[in-house]
């Protein structure tokens, strides 16, 4: 029952174009193990990212369209997309069906928590009527550049950790600790992100429109690495700044 209905969900996704048929296979395995590890409340947890998430990507499309002029992917995520953003929350789902502890809920509320921040920080932080500022410049820069922060992306971050450390205050009987916990390492996930994304993560020139990008072709032509590491990309920083968010809150906790 379990599969057949994160399966049902997946497909839904897919054909409404909200997941490509990788982010549809890779969706249905973290559901799946998600749900083994946490039961139904997990799976609500981890449907509350997906559905606000993708709302939240959907949300004044039109207007992030210029987006696609820079940016690598789409708001169509695939698997590497899913398994940055849940595959933290999944591998804990596994590790909580064979050995119950408190602190692997916590830290699955934390990995999701901060997959929520980074995703609410980005598509709200988009709209913002200012230009965010780089934190490695120091300078204004265009919305939606890896590592820029604004203060509606930064509110928005601080809503998207708290509506998740709400939901699991509700769905799980958390303590006040346990939330404050989920609440600020959640955020402090989309803040490391952040800084991933302004000194590590690979940034690129357009060789023909001389253009900021954060793709590897543009204008039909391979670009120039400006910053960063080529091996890393926006997939790479969403996992590592997830993972450092889960690690620090794990410290914390116990």
């Known amino acids: 029952m379990l599969v057949g209905f994160v399966a049902l969900v997946s497909i839904l996704a ?12 890779a969706a249905l395995v973290c559901g799946v193990l998600v749900g083994l590890g946490f039961g139904y409340r997990g799976l609500s947890l981890l449907g509350l990212f997906f559905i606000t998430s993708s709302l939240l990507s959907n949300y004044k499309k ?3 369209g210029y987006l696609t002029e820079f940016h690598e992917k789409g708001s169509k995520r695939d698997w590497l997309q899913v398994a940055a ?56 820069v265009e919305p ?18 708290g509506t998740i450390a709400l939901a699991a205050y509700f769905l799980f009987g958390l303590n ?12 402090l996930g989309m803040m490391v992100d952040t800084i991933l994304g302004a000194f590590i993560q690979a940034g690129y020139r357009c060789r023909v429109c001389g253009r900021e990008v954060e793709k590897r072709h543009h204008c039909g032509e391979a670009c120039h ?7 890393l990309q926006n997939d790479g920083v969403n996992f590592i700044s997830c993972l450092l968010a889960v690690i620090l809150g794990i410290i914390s906790y116990v």
């Open 225 to 231: 690495l400006t910053k960063g590491k080529g091996w």
């Open 144 to 161: 939606g550049t890896s590592g820029a922060v604004s203060a509606t992306g930064s509110a928005a971050g601080f809503f998207g950790a």
């Open 176 to 187: 006040s600790r346990e939330v404050l916990l989920i609440l600020g390492f959640g955020f």
């Open 85 to 140: 953003n849940g595959g933290i929350a999944a591998a804990l789902g596994m590790a909580y069906f064979w050995w119950e502890s408190p602190w692997m809920l916590v830290a699955f509320c934390i990995s999701l928590a901060s997959s929520n921040s980074d995703t609410w920080a980005s598509e709200l932080g988009t709209l913002s009527k200012h230009h965010p500022f780089s934190v490695r410049s120091f300078k204004r």
């Open 62 to 64: 039109k207007r992030k």
């Open 14 to 25: 897919w054909r409404f174009s909200l997941l490509s048929l990788s982010g549809a296979g």
